[in-house]
């Protein structure tokens, strides 16, 4: 596959872009070197709980299978179903810091499981 130019997601610097399957500058890889994507799961039967997990990307190493998952577990209600649809649309495909990622993993622990 051919190098192409174009530009960072996060600073929008312009770089060499090359089949790595990140769409991160090296400066930004470095900074965010985690990808966030949430995946709902379902049980039959299940009706009350909102459950699933949040995999795990790696920037620096860029693979197509996830280096970690947390998982999320919580009854059903329209408060915490709001809340958690803020939270999921604030993080959701979101390349983040190691910082960032502790903010995730404490408020999925406190606020979800």
Same mark, same amino acid.
């Given at each position: 596959m051919k190098d192409q130019i174009?530009?960072?997601k996060k600073c929008q610097k312009s770089y060499t872009f090359s089949s790595t399957g990140c769409d991160l500058c090296a400066d930004c890889i470095e900074k965010y070197p985690y990808f966030l994507s949430f995946i709902e799961e379902f049980f039959m039967g299940v009706t009350d709980r909102i459950l699933g997990r949040v995999e795990v990307? +790696?920037?620096k190493e860029p693979g197509e299978y996830a280096i970690d998952e947390l998982r999320f577990l919580f009854k059903e209600n329209k408060l915490? +179903?709001?809340e958690f649809q803020e939270f999921r649309k604030k993080w959701d495909f979101q390349h983040i810091s190691k910082e960032e990622f502790e903010i995730v993993k404490k408020k999925i622990k406190d606020n979800f499981l």
């Amino acid at each position: 596959m051919k190098d192409q130019i174009q530009n960072c997601k996060k600073c929008q610097k312009s770089y060499t872009f090359s089949s790595t399957g990140c769409d991160l500058c090296a400066d930004c890889i470095e900074k965010y070197p985690y990808f966030l994507s949430f995946i709902e799961e379902f049980f039959m039967g299940v009706t009350d709980r909102i459950l699933g997990r949040v995999e795990v990307y +790696s920037n620096k190493e860029p693979g197509e299978y996830a280096i970690d998952e947390l998982r999320f577990l919580f009854k059903e209600n329209k408060l915490r +179903s709001k809340e958690f649809q803020e939270f999921r649309k604030k993080w959701d495909f979101q390349h983040i810091s190691k910082e960032e990622f502790e903010i995730v993993k404490k408020k999925i622990k406190d606020n979800f499981l």
